[in-house]
């Protein structure tokens, strides 16, 4: 689902995974038609990274609790 919003709306998608400054940023570059597909694959990236970043703190708070 935020992949599909991601591409959509690419700085709602970077909202989304919590990036306010690179939204905002994404927003002045969609200004041109140009820069929307552009910006459609900058937000999926970002959201990529979020949902990674998510899994490996995840994995790295399960390692603690083993006490790994």
Request: hydrophobic share 60%; with cysteine; proline share 4%.
């Amino acid at each position: 689902m935020k992949y599909l919003v991601a591409i959509l709306l690419p700085p709602l998608g970077m909202l989304l995974a919590g990036r306010v400054m690179l939204a905002l940023l994404c927003l002045v570059l969609m200004v041109t038609l140009i820069g929307w597909p552009i910006a459609a694959i900058w937000a999926i990236v970002i959201v990529n990274s979020a949902e990674h970043e998510k899994r490996m703190r995840k994995m790295l708070e399960q390692e603690r609790r083993r006490g790994g």
